[in-house]
């Protein structure tokens, strides 16, 4: 499915150029197919599926005072109701084959295959999608029917079925999801909204009891608009390459960068369209030219070794924010209330506190063999990675997202977690496959499918 012909598009025994827009009917339709089609299994929707009825009329993410949102009945809500499996049985049935096909543009007989596949049970079908799927005006309605309809008909939590995201590059589920770097987010799937989540994190880091904060920061949406109003003034971005493929550039991320009043900074190896906007650009050493993880998208982790030297005066990320966090004390970045009740925390640097805090400095560099390259665990006098690798896992261990040890990785050239008694889990949430699921559940949780036209 696409809305122009490309490679994967002649590559397909079954290719379908759709109207922009209207891939959300197409998906509806499928899910029609099913229910006519008597495919729907009822046992498992009654055990494990929550249906629920998503607003509709929410706006598109933009500022208050934009017209659009202003004229919006529900502007970003995403509150939900519950419904009945008959009341979604007639959400969908509006979705005929003679409308779908007017609608898309799409031939009949392509839509008919497409939706039989979804609805035999003989049939085993993964759904891929990727990043223009989720950033779709509607990306979050879009996923949803993906979702419904493995769960309708059971084509989930079993080899060969389920939904897979391909979205983002191959490291974005590790980098950000897993181990927690958005607004909202804390390692393990925890987040900050979350009491004993933030206490979990403090525990873990290390740090006093309320440095966590219960708010949520800026969203990447939000960090522009804020650097356009002139709300924040020092930005420094890693890995992306927003100022090329970020979405309204010349509405608000322009403006802000180009703002005398703020100060941007990029990490980057290339002269991207980011960093030649930016005010600094800090040269970095690509993938091979230090060590590191990836958390791929079918939950591997998977290590490796630096290979060669970095270019000039190239620093990985990872050097750039560990030497940064040496040039702040606690008494200049943390409330003096809280230090009031730490006192044995003034005066510190974030480097300190963070990283030679006896956890992640822990283990020595002579645990690096004769000759291999680690720029930043011998400039630093430990080895970096493992300690901050392990203290990471410890927030996983024991709840469904184990992680195994460090060593084990670079052995085993990658593993899928939960990794249980040093096994790794290749499928989850089913009874023989995932560890977590009790002998007799056949599978594990609820999961929620919420309708949207």
């Known amino acids: 499915m696409s809305t122009f012909e490309h490679r994967s598009f002649e590559l397909a025994d079954n290719p379908m150029i759709f109207k922009p827009q209207t891939d959300l009917v197409i998906l509806n339709y499928i899910a029609n197919y099913i229910i006519e089609n008597n495919a729907v299994d009822h046992e498992f929707l009654e055990k494990h599926v929550n249906i629920r009825r998503g607003e509709t009329d929410i706006g598109y993410g933009l500022r208050p005072t934009n017209p659009l949102q202003k004229a919006a009945k529900n502007p970003d809500s995403d509150k939900s109701t519950p419904m009945s499996f008959d009341e979604y049985k007639a959400f969908v049935a509006e979705y005929t084959l003679e409308k779908t096909a007017e609608m898309t543009g799409v031939a009949k007989d392509s839509l008919v295959a497409l939706a039989k596949l979804y609805a035999d049970p003989n049939v085993k079908v993964v759904s891929y999608w990727t990043m223009g799927f989720n950033q779709h005006t509607r990306g979050v309605w879009a996923n949803k029917p993906v979702l419904q309809h493995p769960l309708t008909d059971r084509k ?179 409330p003096a209330e809280l230090l009031d009740k730490n006192p044995e925390y003034r005066g510190k640097t974030l480097y300190e506190v963070l990283f030679a805090n006896g956890q992640v400095d822990k283990f020595n560099v002579d645990e690096l063999a004769a000759g291999q390259l680690n720029d930043e665990s011998r400039e630093f006098g430990y080895y970096l990675q493992k300690g901050l690798f392990e203290e990471y896992a410890g927030f996983g261990r024991g709840h469904g997202h184990d992680l195994a040890d460090f060593d084990a990785y670079h052995k085993a050239r990658g593993l899928r977690w939960p990794v249980v008694d040093g096994k790794e889990t290749l499928w989850r949430y089913r009874e023989g496959f995932d560890p977590y699921v009790k002998a007799g559940e056949a599978l594990s949780s609820m999961v929620s499918l919420t309708a949207k036209r």
């Open 156 to 334: 989930i939590s079993k080899p060969g079925c389920g939904p897979f995201s391909l979205t983002g590059q191959p490291s974005a589920c590790g980098t950000a999801r897993e181990v927690g770097t958005f607004a909202h987010r804390l390692p393990a799937d925890m987040v900050v909204t979350n009491e004993a989540h933030r206490k979990i994190a403090e525990q873990k880091w290390k740090l006093p009891e309320g440095t966590i904060l219960g708010s949520i920061g800026l969203h990447a949406i939000a960090q522009d608009r804020a650097l356009k109003d002139g709300k924040l003034n020092a930005y420094w971005t890693l890995c992306t390459n927003n100022m090329q493929a970020g979405p309204n550039i010349n509405e608000d991320r322009m403006p802000g960068w180009r703002d005398p009043r703020n100060f941007i900074v990029v990490s980057d190896p290339y002269p991207t369209i980011s960093a030649l906007a930016a005010d600094l650009i800090l040269p970095t050493a690509m993938w091979v030219e230090k060590e590191g993880a990836y958390g791929n998208a079918e939950r591997r982790s998977q290590f490796w070794r630096q290979q060669v030297k970095a270019p000039g005066e190239s620093k990985s990320d990872l050097w750039q924010i560990v030497e940064f966090s040496k040039y702040f004390k606690t008494d200049e970045v943390w």
